[in-house]
């Protein structure tokens, strides 16, 4: 059983930084890729960052590049989420999530997902 584990939300300002985390755990687990999706209230889950282990190829939504870094280490499935300058229209609840083959930018690849997790931002 795959069992994937996100953490790190919570409550901040406009302008200020936050870090997600993420760890995707089973016995005989190894993703293809890994990424964060975010949806607000009302809204559909979009996708926001992804990183491709085979290569370190990286994935941003528009609207999140150059204020988000993902990283991650792929030995250990374990993926981050580096979010600054934060604003309202980040508000959302985070899910991480890990794929075993597929786009890393369609949320369709991914089979496994975490709980999520609240990020509010306060303006």
């Known amino acids: 059983q795959v069992q994937v584990v996100d953490s790190g939300g919570g409550l901040v300002q406009a302008g200020e930084s936050l870090r997600l985390s993420c760890e995707a755990s089973g016995r005989t687990f190894s993703s293809y890729a890994m990424g964060w999706f975010r949806q607000a209230p009302g809204g559909e889950r979009q996708f926001v960052a992804a990183i491709k282990w085979s290569g370190g190829a990286t994935y941003y939504a528009d609207s999140v590049k150059d204020r988000f870094t993902i990283s991650g280490d792929n030995a250990k499935n374990k993926v981050y989420l580096q979010m600054n300058s934060l604003n309202s229209e980040d508000t959302a609840v985070y899910y991480c999530?890990?794929?075993?083959?597929?786009?890393?930018?369609?949320?369709?690849?991914?089979?496994?997902w975490g709980q999520g997790t609240q990020v509010t931002v306060s303006s």
């Open positions: 999530a890990a794929s075993q083959g597929g786009d890393p930018r369609s949320k369709w690849t991914y089979v496994y």
